[in-house]
């Protein structure tokens, strides 16, 4: 049996390991486009703030690692899959044959309309190149402009400012991270940014890009305001989008993202998807989503590997899911954060210690929750999203005092042993 996984971050490697545990002895190919050991995109901003080096980011540290469980690693660009003839063909090694395929080719930045976007001095950061040029010029001192304000760029900006530089972000939400946070939450979040003395415009678009002095000058960022950032460098952090251009003409089903079953199973018999590319059952929707989270990318590569390798399993689907560190103001937001028509909600707002918990309800169950500086209880949120607890007399409790969600928590964990 011939595997080929195409995309080598968490979810193809974690797939590739758990084909071989129940594959012993067919042949696994895990492609990747980057001449780099598999490495992980989320380790790049902490390679950027010095905390670890290149070696840091790989998926897997230990020399040999793939050699020993006999998965094949091949560095190329996949250009088109034939699902009909069971073949694909690679950019440098032309046709290659497979038995079953798994598409894990994540995400790729967006780049807006922009005049100017391509000038030097403007970089994504995504790749391990696109971090490396950033270190060159994000030097202490130097005057960084970045380009939204969403969870990616958010985690961004924690490695900008970890080294010494000005930075100017541009948000054209009307609040930071306007996909994750509740408006308050989001406002919260600025305001935290801008007392650690960055500043924040939201509601507000770069519109042009230029050169101040010429091609190694410096930058000079119109915004639709008609105000002026003058910019060493300008990143652009303006949301991903995944990588399904080499499947047109194949067959396989794509929406937003590469759609897929229960079992990541795509259109296409013996054909599956998991990660960023793929549009899978939503735990909390029940509607296919493109969840862009880790957790959920090693999990869809599981249970596609255990698939293909005939060994049948489900995902009971994928909650969304996330928690950001911003200059050390924690944030966290899951399921349906922004509630369901008709249902109950709570608020509770401590500005002053930047403290807030937003809890949403349908009928007695939590089905969303947004949490800023209260860390402590990201697992209970989770646990009750997740589990679908029914609360019964207990959401009354929180409509009162949303603070008593561990209690709760508790009880009905009691309740139900």
């Given at each position: ?16 390991e ?16 980057e ?66 395929l798994?598409?894990?080719t ?11 976007v ?38 961004i900006?924690?490695?900008?400012a ?12 009307d ?22 003395k ?30 002026e ?25 794509c ?27 939503d ?19 599981r249970?596609a ?15 969304a899911?996330?928690?950001?560190d911003?200059?050390g ?12 028509p ?5 608020e ?26 209260l860390?402590?209880d ?9 589990g ?30």
């Amino acid at each position: 049996m011939e595997h080929v996984i195409i995309g080598n971050g968490p979810a193809g490697v974690v797939a590739a390991e758990a084909l071989r545990a129940a594959d012993p002895a067919s042949r696994i190919m895990l492609i990747g486009d980057e001449p780099h050991p598999p490495y992980s995109r989320m380790a790049l901003p902490y390679l950027m703030m010095g905390r670890i080096d290149e070696p840091g980011t790989y998926l897997r540290k230990t020399p040999g690692h793939f050699d020993r469980l006999r998965i094949e690693l091949q560095a190329d660009r996949v250009e088109q899959v034939d699902p009909r003839a069971g073949r694909l063909r690679l950019r440098q090694a032309g046709p290659m044959a497979y038995d079953r395929l798994l598409i894990a080719t994540g995400s790729r930045p967006v780049t807006p309309p922009i005049l100017g976007v391509d000038l030097p001095g403007v970089h994504s950061c995504w790749t391990m190149e696109d971090a490396r040029k950033i270190m060159e010029r994000a030097t202490k001192g130097s005057r960084v402009l970045q380009i939204g304000a969403g969870f990616i760029g958010c985690i961004i900006l924690e490695a900008l400012a970890a080294r010494g530089v000005h930075l100017t972000v541009v948000e054209m939400g009307d609040r930071m991270v306007p996909r994750m946070m509740t408006p308050v939450a989001g406002d919260m979040i600025r305001m935290w940014c801008e007392a650690k003395k960055v500043r924040v415009h939201v509601a507000s678009r770069v519109v042009a890009i230029r050169s101040a002095k010429g091609k190694s000058g410096p930058l000079l960022a119109t915004l639709d305001s008609k105000d002026e950032i003058r910019a060493d460098l300008v990143i652009v952090a303006a949301g991903v989008r995944p990588n399904t251009e080499f499947l047109d003409g194949s067959g396989i089903a794509c929406d937003a993202g590469i759609l897929v079953d229960e079992t990541m199973q795509t259109s296409v018999p013996g054909v599956y998807a998991a990660g960023d590319v793929s549009q899978a059952p939503d735990l909390s929707t029940g509607t296919k989503t493109v969840n862009a989270i880790q957790p959920n990318a090693v999990e869809q590569g599981r249970i596609a590997a255990l698939n293909m390798a005939g060994k049948p399993a489900r995902s009971h689907g994928g909650l969304a899911l996330n928690v950001l560190d911003t200059l050390g103001l924690i944030s966290s937001s899951f399921g349906k954060w922004w509630g369901e028509p008709g249902g109950d909600s709570v608020e509770l707002v401590d500005a002053e210690h930047f403290k807030y918990l937003s809890l949403q309800f349908q009928e007695d169950r939590l089905i969303g929750a947004t949490s800023i500086g209260l860390t402590e209880d990201v697992g209970v949120l989770r646990g009750l999203i997740d589990g679908r607890v029914r609360l019964g007399p207990w959401k009354a409790h929180l409509l009162r005092d949303p603070i008593r969600i561990k209690e709760a928590y508790l009880a009905r964990a009691q309740a139900a042993a």
